[in-house]
Structures are given as structure tokens and as C-alpha cells.
């Protein structure tokens, strides 16, 4: 029986994984070809590296099929209910950082705040007959994060990519979304609300506290945990 960790399969996030770990003596490396979804953990014995979409992780460790997961905060809190009840973070990696925000047009100079953002809300309705529309993946902190706001006349529409382009698309009015320089945001005459962000994410080390564990995986964890220095 292994200790099962996940880590994301391509990219930067998985490139700085690999040198996190490396860095504390813990060797991940991907096998065979670039399509084989396969790797190798050197430096301890009992470990698995499972190479998987940083969104698929959330659901792993959640389901408890893996034991321990590299994955941006944004999208266990987002993608898990009672998230904490679910995972626990071990450690913050210190890349991946990306702040989740809600942003509006430029032009909307007199909107800064969530209490400009309801009062133009309220506006837009009584003018156009129905909510204003806020553009996102991130259904489940941009609901909680506006509700705590005070914004009410709104409504969330879906958009799995190029969420910045659907202002300019008329298909919304408003966006939340992740950003990291805001330089996307600016090319598309966006601002970003003057609030703290939704959420801010990077990339972390989460725990399973679903997943079952026999006494030589425990053994593996707490040996894993010891020698990243957590």
C-alpha cells in the first residue's frame, strides 16, 4: 500500500511542484512519453505520484483516492463543499499566486466598491428589465463574496474561458475571475473593484481527511511530512 500524492501534470505548476519537492529531497519526475501520465518519486519509499489536472485534485482528495494533493486554493474551496471538513492545507508553496476579483468596465467611473457595484446594479435592472450579469467560473465564492457584499441584483452566467472578453462580447456586464498581473484585465478595459479579492490563491500542499490510511501508509505520511519539514 502507497501514499497516493497527486500533482498537476503539465506546466509551470507541475515544473514548480517537481522543484519544491526537489528542493527537500523529495525527487517527482514524469515517465515515459509526454501522452503517458505516469512518474516516479525518489528519495522515499511508499509514495505514488499520480499526475492528474490541477481541477481534477480537489475531487481526489475529496473522494480520498489520493492521500495528498498540490492544488490552487481557489479551486478546492470553490469545487468542495465544506471544504475544510474535507482537506486540510499543509503547506503554502509559494508560487501559483493568483487573486480571484471582481472586475467592471473602465467606463464605469463611478463604480469602485461592492456598494458602488449593488447601487449600479439596481440601476441596471430598473433600466434593462433584468439582472445584472457577472461572468465566472467561480460560482460558489463569488455568490458567498457578493451576498456578504451586499450586492443583490445580479445574476451569475458561466464562462469556463476567456471570461474577460464578455464585456466587450455583450454577454455580461461584470466579471470575476483570476488574475495575476492584471495586464488581460487592462487590454480588455476592465478595472478591478477597490475591495480585497474574493479570494487569494496559490499553489498548496492539501491532505485528504477522507482517505483511509493502514498503518504502513501512516508510517509513509508521517516519514513524507518529517522530511518536507511540516
Known sequence: MTVKLGVPSKGRLMEKTFDWFGARGIGLAR????????????GIEGVELVLLSAGEIPRELASGRI???VTGTDLVQEKLVQWDQKVEPLAELGFGHADLIVAVPQCWVDVDTLDDLDAAAAAFRARHGFRMRVATKYHRLVRAYLHQGGVADYQLVDSQGATEGTVKNLTAEAIADITSTGETLRANHLKILCEEPVLRSQ??????RVASLEQRQRDTLRSLVERLGL
Open 31 to 42: 515517465t515515459g512519453s509526454d501522452r503517458e501520465y505516469s512518474g516516479a518519486v525518489e
Open 67 to 69: 492521500h495528498l494533493g
Open 203 to 208: 499553489a498548496t500542499l492539501f491532505r485528504s
